[in-house]
């Protein structure tokens, strides 16, 4: 029976936090690649790019901590997390898992080596 290696990484992002960065140009360039700015830019209602960002901003935080790194040695957009046809995050580096809840959001990845 083969082994698999599974890496687990988790973040929770207090929202308000990135609520000022919504409108901020960089610092959108510096977290998603332009496939996730594509998916941000058409959303019309600011609550929902918050959680956008900020879910995205968790995921990209989880994966580098499953990878054993962080950000840094692991960049934002070393990783993709797009969605499929029923809004769920897909990406080719990992399971992802994001959830939103008042002023919180989390994400969960499981990276399969």
Not at 7 to 25: C, H
Not at 78 to 95: M, R, Y
């Amino acid at each position: 029976m083969e082994h698999l290696n599974l890496r687990l990484g988790t973040d929770l992002v207090f929202m308000p936090r990135l609520l000022d960065k919504l409108n901020n140009p960089s610092f959108i360039n510096k977290v998603l690649t332009d496939k996730e700015q594509s998916l941000f830019e058409s959303l019309s209602l600011e609550r929902h790019k918050l959680e956008f960002l900020c879910g995205r901003f968790a995921c990209k935080e989880a994966y580098a901590k499953a990878m054993g790194t962080g950000i840094g040695i692991v960049d934002f957009k070393d990783v993709e997390i797009l969605k499929n046809e029923f809004g769920a995050p897909i990406s080719n580096q990992g399971t992802f898992s994001i959830s939103h809840d008042g002023d919180y959001a989390i994400a969960v990845v499981i990276v399969h080596e």
